[in-house]
């Protein structure tokens, strides 16, 4: 029985890595005509109360800074249809709560190269999406 990818969702920060997925999920999807989505998570900010950065401030700035990714994105791929997903918190826990919500076929994302202790102490988002998911992910290379 031949599979059917109806939706994929692409995850996405401001690293050259998730732009390439972001390009590379949205050209496959149009490929077969799949639905999109994008997410893009704005992680909890504590600030920094001695440079005078209370938490709300911070937490704007980041906000900010994933919509202008999001338009970024829009404008970069003007005639496609994309849903926006932008929650607030742990980047792993927050991707796999939109695919329980959104219920995509392919999750898509970049790679990033990671330091041996992040990997070694599971802090890659990828090897978290790797342990929890129940959907195919495609892992993009960067180049």
């Known amino acids: ?7 994929i969702l692409i995850a996405v920060d401001d690293s050259p890595s998730a732009m390439h997925a972001a390009d590379y999920g949205i050209h496959l ?14 992680p909890f900010s504590s600030g920094n109360i ?9 937490q704007t ?8 990714l999001l338009d970024d994105i829009s404008i970069t791929h003007p005639k496609v249809a994309i849903e926006e ?3 607030i918190g742990n980047t792993a826990n927050e991707i796999i709560n939109i695919i329980e919500l959104w219920n995509p ?13 992040a ?13 929890h ?6 892992i993009v290379p960067h180049n």
Do not use: Y
Request: glycine residues 6%; proline residues 5%; without cysteine.
């Open 1 to 7: 029985m031949p599979v059917r990818i109806e939706k």
């Open 29 to 42: 999807a149009q490929t077969l005509e799949a639905k999109i989505g994008i997410i893009t998570v704005t």
């Open 50 to 58: 001695d440079a005078g950065i209370t938490p709300e401030m911070a």
């Open 61 to 68: 700035k980041l906000q900010i800074l994933a919509d202008r």
């Open 85 to 87: 997903f932008n929650p």
């Open 105 to 117: 076929d392919l999750m898509v994302i970049g790679h990033h190269t990671h330091s041996a202790l």
């Open 119 to 131: 990997k070694f102490f599971g802090l890659s988002t990828e090897i978290k999406l790797i342990s």
């Open 133 to 138: 998911l129940k959907k195919p992910l495609l």
